[in-house]
């Protein structure tokens, strides 16, 4: 199951990249330098998550990112249910595939809430 979403991943990817408009495909931009050379910076992105198990416990949760990347080490997230704050976290690792493991900070966090950067 895992060599299946990593072809999708790569699929996907591919396609986006011939789809995306502009010689730098959105991911970078280019800017002028004032020496006649160019300078490409990576665009900041803000990436979403999905709570896919709890551990109220041992007080950690699973986040799902999807194709979207993985956050980093220490990344704090406000956890949202029907468009409510509940909770926040702060990711821990590890992490592998979408997936990655986050230390609750606040709130009472269950399955299928949202995670926002903040």
């Known amino acids: 199951m895992g060599v299946l979403k990593w072809l999708t991943a790569v699929v996907a990817l591919g396609l986006a990249g011939c789809a995306l408009p502009g010689r730098w495909g959105g991911a970078m931009q280019p800017l002028a330098k004032p020496g006649g050379g160019t300078i490409v910076t990576p665009v900041a992105f803000r990436v979403k998550g999905k709570v896919v198990r709890t551990n109220p416990r041992l007080n950690f949760v699973v986040l799902d990112f999807g194709l ?24 821990s690792g590890p992490a592998w595939d979408t ?13 299928g809430d949202e995670a926002r950067p903040k």
């Open 68 to 91: 979207q990347g993985l956050p980093a080490v220490g990344q704090q997230f406000a956890i949202y249910r029907l468009g409510k704050k509940v909770g926040q976290v702060r990711v």
């Open 99 to 111: 997936y990655a493991v986050a230390d609750i900070v606040e709130g009472e966090i269950w399955m």
